[in-house]
């Protein structure tokens, strides 16, 4: 059975950090695209952050480039979202997820879903 685990949400003062990690269990997601999303309460899930299968690649929404960066470990299918400078507007149910082929922000084409960490930021 296939598996994203996140883990590492929480809750902390604006401007404080968090880390993000996913860990993938059921099948190997060295050939997938990682990827971060988030849903905020009454809004629709978002993309937030990616990472090609090679590592060479990454992407950004707008809101948090040069805040947020993705990397991920081969060896332990594990990708994480490092955090800095959170604000209150990041404040969502984030979710890790893997997508054959290539990048899309479009979180209806992604095949593999954690079930979500909340982070809360407070002004």
């Known amino acids: 059975q296939v598996q994203l685990k996140e883990s590492g949400g929480g809750s902390v003062q604006g401007g404080g950090s968090l880390r993000l990690s996913c860990t993938a269990s059921g099948r190997t997601f060295s050939t997938y695209v990682m990827g971060w999303f988030r849903q905020a309460p009454g809004k629709e899930r978002e993309f937030v952050a990616a990472?090609?299968?090679?590592?060479?690649?990454?992407y950004y929404t707008d809101s948090v480039k040069g805040r947020f960066t993705i990397s991920r470990e081969y060896n332990k299918d594990t990708v994480h979202l490092q955090m800095n400078s959170l604000k209150p507007d990041d404040t969502a149910v984030y979710y890790c997820?893997?997508?054959?082929?290539?990048?899309?922000?479009?979180?209806?084409?992604?095949?593999?879903w954690g079930q979500g960490t909340q982070v809360t930021v407070s002004s």
């Open positions: 997820s893997a997508k054959q082929g290539y990048y899309s922000a479009y979180a209806s084409v992604w095949n593999y």
């Open positions: 990472l090609s299968w090679t590592g060479g690649d990454a």
